[in-house]
């Protein structure tokens, strides 16, 4: 299978870096970073960057994924005399990756540019696949493209400086890639009795990558397959919505992982998954990330964004479901009844 863009994983940055940055000359580049990847990332790379280099810094955080902010780098770069030769460089989490992305497909009319992911999420998700976008109108990832980057620069000693809920979000993904294509790596996953190590999410970034570049690669444009990297979403994104809404701290990854115990309980229910694999992925959910209760009156608002969610076609709920561990469906018809039963099925009278 031809893979839509590389990605590499170099000993040292540095030489992965600098066959890149050879083609352009030094005032042609740009490196978009907040503040924390300035502070904790840029160090790294700076000594390959010449001084006419320009570095862009935006404020990190799910709300400055907006208009405004493209904006602000559009303009950056107007002013400062990029041009199609130019390079981005994306550096920074799944934000960076994605606004970034974004301004460079559409910075006249497009210009390279690379992605050097600096959290494990970004690392092993939002990095990879093309997708760019950002947040319009109180809906997440509104407005967006496709756009391929050059490559993506994968340096997991940045992860180091992350805090523990960056990490276990960006896990949570790890644990939705083995479920949807690689039973071994869920193997390594559930084998681990003790507290995530930074050496031991080292230990599954490239397996985790294989499985979203194998499926990215085979439906781009997210017309089938791709739909399965949706799996634990349906549930997961309402949660973290209704949170949002509510002023509930609740990471993505960690709406994901809940979101997981809820569709692999749908699947049992629909005999599509067996008993034994639902119990499994419930354990290894709750170990990591602990319990969340659902209150009965949230169920409408739940079901409501639920439906909302741009991905469901005419007011009918299409979900990705693993059938076992590795393999995933798409596009599977769901009821108002099942979503209430699933949430019904973890309610517990306190
Ligand atoms: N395009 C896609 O396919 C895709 C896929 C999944 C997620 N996403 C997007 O990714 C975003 C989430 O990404 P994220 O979880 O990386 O969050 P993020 O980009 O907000 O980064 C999390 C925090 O970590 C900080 N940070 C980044 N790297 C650091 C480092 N090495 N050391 C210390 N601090 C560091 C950031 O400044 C930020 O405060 C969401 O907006 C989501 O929509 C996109
Ligand atoms: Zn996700």
């Known amino acids: 299978m031809k893979k839509i863009h590389p990605v590499v994983f170099p000993a040292r940055l540095e030489t992965g870096l600098q066959s890149y940055l050879a083609a352009y000359p030094g005032d042609k ?5 907040d503040e924390n990847t300035r502070k904790y990332c840029l160090p790294r790379i700076s000594n390959l960057i010449s001084n006419s ?12 994924k907006s208009s405004d902010t493209i904006i602000y780098i559009w303009e950056f770069l107007r002013k400062q ?6 390079l981005l460089i994306n550096l920074g989490g799944g934000i960076i990756c994605d606004l970034g992305a974004f301004v460079a497909s559409t910075f006249k009319r497009g210009i390279p540019y690379l992605n050097i992911p600096t959290t494990l999420l970004s690392m092993v998700d939002a990095a990879i696949g093309g997708k760019t976008g950002f947040n319009f109108g109180g809906l997440k990832n509104e407005i967006g493209t496709y756009c391929l980057p050059q490559t993506v620069i994968i340096y997991p000693p940045f ?6 809920e960056q990490l276990y979000s960006g896990f949570a993904e790890i644990m939705k890639h083995a479920l949807i294509g690689d039973a071994g790596l869920w193997k390594k996953i559930i084998n681990r009795r003790k ?3 930074v050496p031991f999410l080292f230990s599954l970034i490239r397996e985790s990558i294989e499985v979203k570049m194998k499926i990215v690669s085979s439906d781009f444009h997210e017309k089938g397959i791709r739909k399965s990297l949706n799996f634990g979403h349906t549930f997961g994104h309402a949660i973290e919505s209704f949170c949002a809404g509510k002023g509930i701290n609740m990471p993505h990854g960690y709406a994901v992982a809940y979101g997981m115990i809820y569709e692999s309980w749908l699947a049992k229910k629909l005999h599509r998954l067996n008993e034994r694999s639902f119990l499994e992925i419930k354990e290894c959910v709750i170990r990591h990330f602990g319990h969340f209760q659902i209150e009965r009156k949230w169920y409408g608002p739940l079901y409501d964004l639920m439906l909302h969610d741009k991905k469901n076609d005419n007011n009918k709920l299409k979900i990705s479901l693993i059938n076992k561990i590795g393999a995933c469906d798409i596009n599977i018809n769901t009821t108002k009844t099942d979503i209430y039963d699933t949430l019904a099925a973890f309610y517990k009278k306190k």
């Open 159 to 164: 992860i180091g400086s992350l805090d523990r």
């Open 81 to 86: 005399g990029a041009d199609r030769k130019s």
């Open 195 to 197: 507290e995530l190590s």
């Open 29 to 33: 580049i740009f490196v978009l970073t």
């Open 53 to 64: 280099s320009r570095i862009i810094q935006v404020k990190s955080g799910e709300k400055n």
